[in-house]
């Protein structure tokens, strides 16, 4: 597969009207509140904003499909666990025939503070192991992005420890409006593109 997008890095597709927004996470109930599953709450909002649900499994994804104004989207939580998730990304993207372009990844940033947002149009996986196996495996960095930050683990504690605990009570309710400015985000990314959406929405809810 990595010499495939090797291959059509620049043109893979005629169809520049269909999207692919993946969220990264862990599958299972026992991850589901986690801090490492916000890219997958992130999609969970999109799907109750555009009306829809995750129905199918695909190329190893849960995934919905949709439109949004003149713009098909592909909605898609992989289930291969955060660390391959490039798997079931890499496999979408080939199916779809997706331009490198039209796709965007949202998933969780230690180095982000709670609440805040970062959007960029390209770069490394800043250590999110989910986020370096889609680069892998599309052998790129020019991926669009959504960081969601959840915040530096308290004291000595491990970061992989940190990730998949559960959001407290205080940081759900804040997380509310994290999603609606995320639910947002994405849609102006599909409608105007990855720069119109990082101008709007880069930042934090508490400023």
Do not use: C
Not at 43 to 49: G, K, Q, W
């Amino acid at each position: 597969m990595l010499n495939y997008f090797r291959r059509h890095l620049t043109a893979m597709s005629d169809d520049s009207s269909t999207y692919l927004i993946a969220g990264l996470g862990n599958p299972g109930q026992q991850y589901k509140n986690n801090r490492h599953n916000v890219g997958f709450m992130l999609l969970d909002r999109v799907a109750e904003r555009l009306q829809v649900s995750f129905s199918r499994l695909e190329s190893k994804a849960l995934v919905t499909r949709t439109k949004f104004a003149d713009k098909r989207i592909i909605l898609a939580k992989p289930q291969t666990y955060m660390n391959k998730s490039g798997t079931a990304v890499g496999s979408l993207v080939k199916y779809y025939k997706l331009p490198l372009e039209n796709i965007f990844i949202a998933y969780d940033d230690v180095d982000l503070d709670l609440g805040t947002l970062r959007i960029r149009s390209k770069g490394g996986s800043g250590g999110q192991k989910g986020m370096a196996s889609v680069l892998n495996v599309l052998s790129t960095q020019e991926i669009a992005r959504l960081r969601i930050g959840i915040g530096r683990p308290p004291g000595r504690m491990d970061a992989a420890d940190y990730v998949l605990q559960d959001f407290s009570r205080e940081e759900k309710e804040l997380l509310f409006e994290v999603f609606d400015r995320g639910v947002e985000a994405v849609l102006k990314f599909v409608l105007d593109g990855v720069d119109e959406a990082m101008n709007l929405y880069n930042g934090s809810v508490l400023e």
